[in-house]
């Protein structure tokens, strides 16, 4: 009975720590194809202890049963009527190599798609199944059920009660694995200890990130995007003056009763001097996308279709699902990016609309977190310009509203025909010291270099400007084309401005954030009246440094492969004597010859297809194991040649022969030891041929006459 | 017929060897695997260089079986009747009457056997296979047991005749002895101060207890997998590129038969792969015929027999997959 309990609770363990990846694939979503699997390795391994006879084949069986139970749980569409094919093979194929990297490469959760999520039950079995070879020694049997928990949560650290009771159930799990697996009182001593232990380091892993946060935790996830590759198409900046020159021209419509005042296309972060670039952190949208921290939201919807297709969608700052398409996004910047679409493009937009409150906008600081972004080289008459616009005030909100009321209050908007274009240094400067008229193009790529030459981390985005309102569906045309700078404010994320004046006016419903802004704006004392400030240290003093925790990844990555590499070949070998020891009979006694073999083949000693227990005797190193080898030797020649057979007692003394052959082993150098114990020599097998090979002439040393069985035999 | 009477063959061993090692000292894996060879009714041609104790061996084999034993020396006028024997004419009875030769006896010791023309080593052909001396039409049995001990010098030595491959054949082992380890060699000059000499040693075993050790010894049990790998190594030596000829089936069964008699030597009742790979070395070498290329690269035929060893895998692959 207890060892059915190990079994189930091993199993068990296993499938806790898979449930883990809550977080990634939703909690509701795993639950099924994990418990599939952990049941066929229970199943299989009752059904093994009633029938002896399969019990050598437990681990395979129990691996074909789970994998029929995922194909048929999360793979029925391969199938042909149930019965895997080959595209199912090639399914879990690709779960094996690619689900996990899809999951690295969606938002959290993802999509509910066996393509994404196959790698969790597959890794689940493989633990339980672990788990359930290695019941004779309780503490390692755990140890993969570990490997799958410690895996999840480098995708997706558990954080606050969740974490708290997800360590709980694990530890009370392998608290009575312990209990049942060393009964007596030896053993309790080890339970007392193992528990507590167990139960108090997982505490004191939730509580100390709880009472000393910092920053998030680490993640697989971060710094990786989607692989696929992005379209290489005309920066939208560059195309808003040929836009404005077919301003009746549609782009896309919406419906929505939501108030919107702009769609973005795409943001652009980096500038070189001479090209804005948006970031290459695109992911596969996932279920649903959370809104970021900060100010309380509200959902909004709107339906868009656009005849023309991508590649970029027209999107909000926190997008939250798209229904009808499956497009990339980059969270950061609510960007939405079908790289292969051609064809109109019809899909439902759901986001996040942040509400913010008035008196907190007023006084906001700008996020020092936030890099300041790239500027190239900056002409010294701009730099001059950027403080004389802020009057060197120090970066924050009301320094950016300041900036945005400059532009507005000393440029004019460009019409008719000849628009000028280029958003590089040589246009800026000239929009900003010369000509002072321009598109937007010009106002907000100027307004994003004078705040960055000011200390306040800004971007830019090209979108369009929602027109007026009415019922119905609202069509946007290339007339409403718009580029506009968004500032980081502390708390409350990114903030868009409108230097041109262009996006608010009549008959426009502002969003609450737009409503907010434009009353902080309102509220800014007349230039005449303000303060000087301080002249600050410069225009990126301001800017904190950010730590660069790139190194540190690879560091852990190279860590974590490290320990992966030296800790797979003594796990294999363990797991093949775990297998080699429960063989009965004649196929026990060879195994343990076997494993005797594959000790001293570690420890360098010679062996070949034709090296028998004598001759080991005869050429392995040092007396030591000499006599044990001999004596394995008896047991091998009695259970193979012998009309006698395998007895149980001759198994006992084979498997003690090669205990003796381990303590004399043991008593080797420590050097040596180690060597032995991650050389991978006996995992990889050796060939064995009845041909001879010429290149093999005189590298075996001949051959002497040992001791005979006869001697030995008790 | 003599009747068979039952000791233990690996307590015959031990009476053999015990006897021989009081003059043959530091080998006892030769002694044992000698005694082996007689106990499976094979010949024995024990090869080397003068002076190792090729002659004392066989004559203290020969002299601890209380059998009749004959000493043949050869030499170039040796003639083959004095190995098989003639039909000398008696005048009185008007008839041919068969004078036996050298040949019949319990143990033949063939000394310097290669010292003989090829015709008179040709004359122990028959005997050798058969036990039997045909003269005249007229076939004649030799005593049971019937076992040649023969020694021969290297045959890059001068005034020596090489053994027909056919003749090579029939020996069941072909042993060299090899020098002594010093502690070995002082034994044997201490022996020789003491002056016991092979012909001074009892025979400790008698026909009828010999015979009854030979029956045992094919009792011995040999397992379908020993005898795969025996074939199996048979086999290898036949496709080994640097043998013209490998060993023939004669050769597979004279690798059992011998395997058999040494797994009785060590009181086992079956035979093991370790007593297939401990006589290959003495059964099979002199069966193999190198090419000319592995003879000008120096190549042995014990070279060959450990590679072949070597590769070819254990019958526990078969006998039990794990």
């Known amino acids: 009975m207890s060892a059915r309990i190990a079994v189930a609770c091993v199993s068990l363990a296993a499938g806790i720590a898979g449930t883990m990846f809550g977080p990634v694939f939703g909690w509701w979503r795993l639950v099924p194809s994990i418990a599939v699997g952990v049941l066929a390795v229970i199943l299989v391994a009752e059904i093994c202890r009633r029938v002896p006879a399969l019990a050598a084949w437990r681990p395979v069986i129990a691996t074909v049963a789970g994998l029929l139970g995922v194909v048929e749980l999360e793979l029925w569409d391969t199938t042909l009527a149930g019965l895997?094919?080959?595209?199912?093979?090639?399914?879990?194929?690709?779960?094996?190599?690619?689900?996990?990297?899809?999951?690295?490469?969606?938002?959290?959760?993802?999509?509910?798609?066996?393509?994404?999520?196959?790698?969790?039950?597959?890794?689940?079995l493989v633990a339980a199944v672990l788990g359930v070879e290695l019941l004779r020694w309780p503490v390692l049997a755990v140890l993969p059920s570990l490997a799958v928990l410690g895996l999840s949560q480098m995708f997706a650290a558990l954080t606050g009660i969740a974490a708290i009771t997800a360590a709980l159930v694990y530890a009370a799990v392998v608290a009575v694995l312990f209990a049942v697996s060393r009964p007596g009182a030896r053993h309790s001593r080890t339970v007392a200890l193992a528990v507590p232990t167990v139960v108090l380091g997982l505490c004191a892993a939730i509580a100390v990130p709880l009472l000393a946060p910092s920053d998030p935790a680490y993640s697989l996830q971060d710094n990786r995007s989607a692989r696929t590759p992005l379209p290489r198409t005309t920066n939208p900046l560059a195309e808003i003056a040929a836009r404005l020159e077919q301003p009746e021209t549609p782009v896309f419509t919406y419906t929505g009763g939501a108030p919107v005042d702009r769609w973005r296309l795409v943001v652009l972060e980096e500038f070189t001097g001479t090209r804005w670039t948006a970031p290459q952190r695109y992911r596969h949208l996932g279920e649903r996308v959370g809104p970021a921290a900060g100010a309380p939201v509200t959902p909004r919807s709107a339906r868009v279709t656009m005849p023309d297709g991508g590649p970029w969608l027209p999107s909000q700052a926190m997008p939250a699902t798209v229904t009808g398409v499956a497009p990339l996004i980059d969270p950061a910047s609510g960007m939405?990016?079908?790289?292969?679409?051609?064809?109109?493009?019809?899909?439902?937009?759901?986001?996040?609309?942040?509400?913010?409150?008035?008196?907190?906008?007023?006084?906001?600081?700008?996020?020092?977190?936030?890099?300041?972004?790239?500027?190239?080289?900056?002409?010294?008459?701009?730099?001059?310009?950027?403080?004389?616009?802020?009057?060197?005030?120090?970066?924050?909100?009301?320094?950016?509203?300041?900036?945005?009321?400059?532009?507005?209050?000393?440029?004019?908007?460009?019409?008719g025909t000849g628009l000028p274009t280029g958003h590089g240094w040589s246009h800026l400067r000239e929009f900003l010291l010369d000509t002072?008229?321009?598109?937007?193009?010009?106002?907000?790529?100027?307004?994003?270099?004078?705040?960055?030459?000011?200390?306040?981390?800004?971007?830019?985005?090209?979108?369009?400007?929602?027109?007026?309102?009415?019922?119905?569906?609202?069509?946007?045309?290339?007339?409403?084309?718009?580029?506009?700078?968004?500032?980081?404010?502390?708390?409350?994320g990114w903030v868009p401005l409108d230097p041109m004046g262009a996006a608010s006016g009549p008959g426009r419903v502002p969003t609450p954030l737009a409503a907010a802004t434009a009353k902080v704006r309102a509220e800014l004392p007349p230039p005449s009246d303000r303060d000087t400030p301080p002249p600050a240290d410069g225009p990126h003093a301001a800017a904190p440094e950010q730590p660069d925790d790139g190194p540190a990844t690879l560091l852990?990555?190279?860590?974590?492969?490290?320990?992966?590499?030296?800790?797979?070949?003594?796990?294999?070998?363990?797991?093949?004597?775990?297998?080699?020891?429960?063989?009965?009979?004649?196929?026990?006694?060879?195994?343990?010859?076997?494993?005797?073999?594959?000790?001293?083949?570690?420890?360098?000693?010679?062996?070949?297809?034709?090296?028998?227990v004598r001759d080991l005797a005869g050429t392995a190193t040092g007396a030591t194991v000499a006599h044990e080898l001999l004596e394995l030797a008896a047991e091998v020649d009695l259970a193979l040649w012998s009309s006698t057979g395998a007895t149980d007692r001759g198994l006992t003394a084979a498997w003690d022969a090669v205990r003796g052959v381990r303590r004399g082993l043991a008593r080797r150098p420590l050097p040596d030891r180690v060597r032995a114990a991650f050389n991978p020599r006996s995992l990889l097998g050796q060939r064995f041929s009845h041909s001879v090979p010429s290149s093999a002439h005189g590298k075996y040393p001949k051959r002497r006459i040992v001791p005979a069985a006869s001697s030995l035999r008790r | 017929m003599t009747q068979a009477r039952s000791v233990p063959a690996g307590e015959v061993y031990e009476r053999i060897a015990a006897n021989v090692t009081r003059v043959v000292h530091g080998k006892p894996e030769v002694v044992r695997l000698a005694v082996a060879a007689m106990l499976s009714e094979g010949h024995l041609l024990i090869e080397d260089v003068p002076g190792v104790g090729k002659t004392t061996l066989a004559r203290?084999?020969?002299?601890?079986?209380?059998?009749?034993?004959?000493?043949?020396?050869?030499?170039?006028?040796?003639?083959?009747?004095?190995?098989?024997?003639?039909?000398?004419?008696?005048?009185?009875?008007?008839?041919?009457?068969?004078?036996?030769?050298?040949?019949?006896?319990?143990?033949?010791?063939?000394?310097?056997?290669?010292?003989?023309?090829?015709?008179?080593?040709?004359?122990?052909?028959?005997?050798?296979?058969?036990?039997?001396?045909?003269?005249?039409?007229?076939?004649?049995?030799?005593?049971?047991?019937?076992?040649?001990?023969?020694?021969?010098?290297?045959?890059?030595?001068?005034?020596?005749?090489?053994?027909?491959?056919?003749?090579?054949?029939?020996?069941?082992?072909?042993?060299?002895?090899?020098?002594?380890?010093?502690?070995?060699?002082?034994?044997?000059?201490?022996?020789?101060?003491?002056?016991?000499?092979?012909?001074?040693l009892p025979a400790v075993v008698d026909i009828p207890t010999m015979i009854g050790a030979v029956s045992q010894v094919r009792a011995v049990e040999v397992s379908t997998g020993v005898i795969e790998y025996a074939a199996t190594i048979a086999a290898a030596t036949r496709q080994h590129p640097e043998l013209r000829y490998g060993a023939s089936p004669r050769g597979s069964i004279a690798l059992v038969r011998a395997a058999k008699g040494l797994a009785a030597t060590h009181g086992r009742p079956f035979v093991t792969p370790d007593d297939i790979k401990d006589v290959a070395h003495p059964v099979l070498e002199h069966r193999l015929i190198l090419t000319t290329d592995a003879e000008l690269a120096r190549r042995t035929a014990g070279q060959i027999v450990d590679t072949v060893l070597a590769e070819v895998a254990l019958p526990v692959m078969s006998a039990a997959r794990v």
């Open chain 2, 60 to 200: 203290c084999l020969a002299r601890s079986i209380s059998g009749s034993w004959n000493r043949i020396q050869f030499t170039p006028d040796l003639l083959p009747g004095d190995i098989t024997g003639v039909q000398i004419y008696h005048q009185n009875d008007n008839a041919f009457v068969f004078h036996p030769g050298a040949v019949f006896a319990n143990v033949v010791l063939a000394d310097e056997i290669n010292r003989g023309t090829p015709k008179t080593q040709s004359a122990l052909l028959e005997v050798m296979a058969e036990r039997t001396v045909t003269v005249d039409a007229v076939r004649h049995e030799v005593p049971q047991p019937f076992l040649v001990v023969a020694t021969q010098n290297p045959i890059d030595m001068g005034g020596t005749y090489r053994l027909p491959e056919a003749q090579l054949d029939r020996f069941l082992m072909r042993l060299p002895i090899g020098y002594p380890d010093l502690r070995a060699e002082m034994s044997v000059i201490m022996a020789d101060s003491s002056g016991m000499e092979p012909d001074d």
């Open chain 1, 436 to 492: 002072r008229q321009g598109t937007s193009e010009q106002f907000a790529a100027a307004y994003v270099a004078l705040a960055r030459l000011a200390g306040i981390p800004a971007r830019l985005a090209v979108g369009f400007r929602a027109p007026q309102g009415g019922t119905g569906p609202v069509v946007v045309r290339n007339k409403d084309v718009l580029a506009w700078p968004e500032v980081a404010v502390a708390g409350l």
């Open chain 1, 556 to 612: 852990v990555l190279l860590g974590l492969l490290l320990i992966g590499i030296v800790g797979a070949v003594p796990l294999a070998k363990a797991i093949r004597t775990a297998v080699r020891r429960r063989r009965g009979g004649v196929h026990g006694v060879v195994s343990a010859w076997w494993e005797a073999r594959d000790l001293l083949r570690t420890h360098g000693e010679p062996a070949t297809p034709g090296t028998t």
């Open chain 1, 84 to 124: 895997p094919t080959a595209a199912t093979g090639q399914a879990l194929l690709t779960g094996v190599t690619d689900s996990w990297q899809l999951a690295l490469e969606s938002t959290w959760p993802t999509r509910a798609d066996a393509g994404l999520l196959l790698f969790v039950p597959l890794v689940v």
């Open chain 1, 336 to 415: 939405l990016l079908l790289p292969e679409t051609t064809g109109p493009v019809d899909y439902e937009l759901s986001w996040w609309e942040p509400e913010i409150d008035t008196a907190a906008l007023a006084d906001a600081k700008i996020d020092a977190s936030v890099p300041p972004g790239g500027l190239g080289a900056v002409p010294p008459a701009v730099a001059d310009l950027a403080r004389t616009a802020t009057a060197g005030a120090p970066p924050s909100f009301r320094a950016a509203l300041v900036l945005e009321r400059h532009l507005q209050q000393n440029y004019r908007a460009a019409t």
